[in-house]
């Protein structure tokens, strides 16, 4: 009986479904009230039950003395179920490659518009390690960073073992420092470019990314990171033409 049940709940059937029809089976031409007692189900959900195995072509009934007698059809007719599913899974199919195709070409054009996420006090780390392991996973163990001095001295508050991290995993970084300052940590490259007024902001260039990182009012810290191959890749050309020509 457990074994009958397990194969009706593959085939979709829910445990009360199951149950009814295998005491039907069982009891041969039955009213709701005797079924009802040998599910030990109240006759409203029997009801039910039963509503759902006719759709189903598993139960009939016929009128004696005008009362309802429910029977069970032969099982064979779960075959019949089967194969219904696999025309119909057929056709799913059919209609799912066309869908598919379609919202890839969604998903791709959303891919093109970038995605911008934002980090307020206290999560400057999670930019910072992002950049770690965004080099380390897409296998290009080098970033560029315009390192900006009034932001620098707190950039790394919290971490203070990013240059170890850094150098650990093997990932370079090309820095151009506005306002001078710095030094250097290994596997590092440092050119300087004089302004006379800026907006103090630290930009970091990575795969697919790029995250800048500014004082709010208060003087906290926060930052942006937006995510466009293509807005990284022309941050990426500027900053290397700007690099030869230091």
């Keep these: 009986m457990v074994t009958s049940i397990s194969i009706f709940k593959k085939l979709g059937f829910s445990e009360k479904e199951a149950q009814t029809y295998l005491a039907l089976l069982m009891l041969g031409p039955s009213s709701v009230r005797n079924l009802a007692k040998k599910v030990e189900l109240n006759r409203s959900t029997v009801y039910e039950v039963l509503k759902g195995l006719r759709e189903r072509g598993l139960v009939s009934f016929y009128e004696k003395e005008a009362k309802q007698y429910f029977v069970a059809e032969d099982p064979g007719k779960l075959h019949e179920l089967v194969a219904e599913q696999k025309d119909n899974l057929t056709a799913v199919e059919r209609e799912l490659k066309q869908a598919v195709a379609e919202l890839k070409s969604l998903h791709d054009a959303g891919g093109a518009r970038p995605v911008a996420r934002y980090y307020e006090k206290g999560e400057i780390r999670a930019i910072l390690e992002h950049v770690l392991s965004t080099c380390e996973r897409v296998g290009e163990l080098q970033y560029r960073v315009y390192s900006d001095a009034n932001i620098r001295e707190y950039l790394y508050a919290g971490f203070e073992s990013f240059s170890d991290a850094r150098v650990g995993k093997g990932i370079k970084v090309k820095v151009i420092a506005l306002g ?13 470019l004089f302004v006379k007024n800026h907006t103090p902001t630290y930009i970091l260039i990575y795969p697919g990314h790029t995250a800048y990182i500014s004082l709010n009012p208060h003087g906290d810290l926060v930052g942006v990171v937006i995510e466009n191959d293509g807005i990284a890749e022309t941050q990426k050309n500027i900053f290397d033409a700007l690099w030869e020509k230091l």
Excluded at 180 to 192: S, T, V
């Design 180 to 192: 001078g300052g710095g030094e250097l940590r290994g596997l590092d490259e440092r050119k300087y």
